[in-house]
């Protein structure tokens, strides 16, 4: 298949570039290096060394396992771009990635509110508009996130929910209650790509996705210059990666509030089989097909727990800390989400388990020279505020 990735030297997108490749599609990667731009704007970076772009690719194509993957670098908000490298590359399938993915990071002002609404919304658009001047037949696999249903205090269903309002039935996208502008940013996506699929008949798959875990994959381990990237500041550091790398350094895990906030996980792996289970089983024309991609579901608790139980059985004293909580969420809630769409298509999921742990630990201790301390801190980034400035380190 030819396939475009957008976001593809991101965390996720540059191993389902690799993943995508080794099966042997024909694979087109694009990123405008916003990611490690963003990086550089607030003093951030990643655990481990990550070599750029270009020379990832080089070095894939140079090891000559599976199809040699080809490289774009521009900005998917750039209409010209994004319809010429569509044209020049005739895909039959997108897979999009290319977003401002970080809660935190949306709520930092007024302005980065803005750079993730316009950023996220105008390129999903412009890839929309794309496919339709190319060619409508397309696939499109978009990664959204379960953070756009919320916590709601029912059953949460793939995508629709069906109602029944005095004495009639219908069934309807199910209701949104995001957790930051950047969820937001997401449900705006979702009502956009539904719209095309009902009025240009186009084919789409939204994949709701939870919190990924995990950094290594079949293809990032075969040469150092593969591996992606693994954040844990508390701007871009997700629930257990973060909680792997304090614990495993003798910095308290960090819990926001009461602990109860439960939410979806993967294993990244998982993540590379289920956007691979979606592209193989395309959605029909005209259908906006939606799945719920996490694969167990955990309170904060119950992960800070399974973490620190791992440490402590090789010697290590870890401790958990409840801090005041610099989100605005729910503590202690129901929470039931359905996720059997990518079960029932063949997915067999990688469980948390110890030793995906321990491997992250023996990751996190390879690479403990380039921890900087400072970004272990208490966040910074509070919700209530919406003028988190003081973020900047301008380092
Ligand atoms: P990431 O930030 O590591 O990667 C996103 C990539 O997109 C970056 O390399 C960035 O440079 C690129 N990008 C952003 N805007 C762009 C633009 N305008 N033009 C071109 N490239 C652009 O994020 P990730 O963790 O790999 O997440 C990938 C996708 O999966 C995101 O859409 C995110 O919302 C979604 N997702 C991530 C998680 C998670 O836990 N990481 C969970 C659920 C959903
Ligand atoms: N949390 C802590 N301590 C920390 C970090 C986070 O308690 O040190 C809590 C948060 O308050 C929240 C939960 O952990 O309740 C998840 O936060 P997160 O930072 O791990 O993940 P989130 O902000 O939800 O965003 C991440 C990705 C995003 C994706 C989303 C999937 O960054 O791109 O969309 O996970 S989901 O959560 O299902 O919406």
């Not at 998917?76 to 997108?94: N, Q, S």
Request: net charge negative.
């Amino acid at each position: 298949m030819r396939i475009i990735v957008y976001g593809a030297d991101g965390y996720i997108g540059w191993p389902m570039a690799l993943h995508l490749a080794a099966q042997g599609h024909d694979v087109l990667a694009i990123d405008n290096g916003a990611r490690r731009r963003w990086d550089a704007e607030g003093g951030t970076r990643p655990l481990n060394e990550i070599a750029s772009f270009t020379e990832r690719v080089e070095t894939w194509n140079a090891l000559g396992k599976g199809a040699p993957i080809r490289i774009a670098e521009g900005d998917i908000c750039d209409y010209d771009f994004v319809l010429e490298t569509m044209r020049a590359h005739d895909p039959e399938a997108l897979v999009h990635f290319g977003e401002q993915r970080s809660a935190p990071y949306s709520m930092i002002s007024r302005d980065h509110a803005v750079r993730t609404q316009v950023n996220n919304i105008v390129g999903n658009l412009n890839i929309l508009f794309a496919m339709r001047e190319v060619n409508p037949e397309i696939h499109l696999v978009k990664l959204g996130s379960m953070g756009e249903y919320g916590t709601p205090n029912i059953d949460i269903e793939e995508g629709y929910l069906t109602i029944t309002h005095n004495g009639r039935s219908d069934t309807l996208p199910y209701p949104k209650l995001p957790h930051s502008f950047y969820h937001l940013s997401k449900v705006a996506d979702s009502y956009n790509i539904h719209f095309t699929t009902r009025v240009w008949n186009f084919r789409a798959t939204d994949l709701n996705q939870g919190v990924v875990y995990g950094v290594a994959t079949d293809e990032t381990v075969l040469d150092p210059r593969l591996a992606t990237r693994f954040d844990y500041d508390s701007v871009w550091g997700t629930a257990l990666n973060r909680f792997v790398i304090q614990g495993s350094l003798g910095y308290p895990i960090t819990v926001y509030g009461r602990g109860g906030q439960t939410r979806g996980y993967l294993d990244i792996r998982d993540t590379m089989a289920c956007i691979t289970l979606a592209l193989e089983n395309p959605a029909a024309p005209g259908e906006f097909r939606v799945f719920n991609q996490f694969t167990e579901q955990f309170t904060l608790n119950e992960l800070a727990e399974t973490v620190a139980g791992v440490l402590g059985r090789r010697g290590l004293t870890p401790t958990i800390a409840h801090l005041d909580n610099p989100r605005v969420e729910k503590e202690e809630h129901y929470y039931n989400a359905r996720h059997s769409a990518l079960l029932d298509l063949g997915l067999q999921p990688h469980y948390l388990a110890d030793t995906l742990i321990d491997s992250l630990v023996d990751f996190v201790q390879a690479n403990a020279a380039n921890v900087d301390p400072e970004l272990l801190e208490t966040p910074t980034v509070t919700w209530r505020e919406g003028a988190n400035e003081v973020w900047y380190r301008h380092a």
